[in-house]
């Protein structure tokens, strides 16, 4: 995507590469967004239980044993959440905002703004893609249907080559007249 700007905290790419899609929604776990806010996961989620009415479910979930397993699995830096008792949090783009305010620090407020470009900028990577399918879709439809048409003329163009190829019907015709 984007390089990291001068004014810039973490490169994009670093915070992108932490953002997955879990349950059909673009994620960051709790640990990740510790680690950019620069607290501990264990403090992020204090503050989080503390402001429990900020949070609701479309802001962050709870994943399943199968989901950190998956999670773990896919990802090296994840390694030692496979020894950890809990399950981690995932926060869509509004629950890590929110991480931040109740946070309340200046890195975790700013570190906010590059995880909501990122969110922002891999939003319009799905989108361009979405369009993209759209338009290979519409083209695939197109040839298809004239595929059809086409193949019938080709047919046509063949059974008429196949007649054209075989041997006339010769009746030997005589010239002159029938005396049988």
């Known amino acids: 995507m984007s390089k990291t700007s001068s004014n810039s905290l973490i490169p994009s790419e670093r915070i992108e590469g932490m953002i997955y899609v879990i349950r059909g929604q673009k994620v960051i776990l709790d640990t990740d967004l510790a680690d950019l806010y620069e607290v501990k996961t264990k403090r992020l989620n204090e503050q989080v239980k503390r402001n429990s009415q900020r949070f609701?479910?479309?802001?962050?979930?709870?994943?399943?044993?199968?989901?950190?397993?998956?999670?773990?699995?896919?990802?090296?830096?994840?390694?030692?959440l496979k020894f950890s008792k809990t399950n981690?949090?995932?926060?869509?783009?509004?629950?890590?905002?929110?991480?931040?305010n109740v946070l309340k620090s200046e890195k975790a407020i700013a570190i906010s703004i590059q995880v909501i470009q990122a969110f922002i900028q891999l939003r319009q990577l799905i989108s361009s893609h979405t369009q993209l399918t759209q338009e290979i879709n519409s083209l695939k439809t197109f040839v298809l249907k004239?595929?059809?048409?086409?193949?019938?003329?080709?047919?046509?163009?063949?059974?008429?080559?196949?007649?054209?190829?075989?041997p006339p019907d010769r009746e030997e015709k005589r010239i002159g007249f029938d005396t049988s």
């Open 56 to 80: 609701p479910p479309q802001f962050m979930f709870q994943l399943t044993a199968e989901e950190k397993s998956e999670v773990v699995a896919k990802c090296d830096h994840l390694k030692n």
């Open 88 to 100: 981690p949090y995932a926060f869509t783009e509004h629950g890590a905002l929110m991480a931040a």
């Open 146 to 166: 004239n595929a059809q048409k086409t193949t019938q003329e080709f047919k046509r163009i063949w059974q008429a080559i196949e007649k054209l190829s075989q």
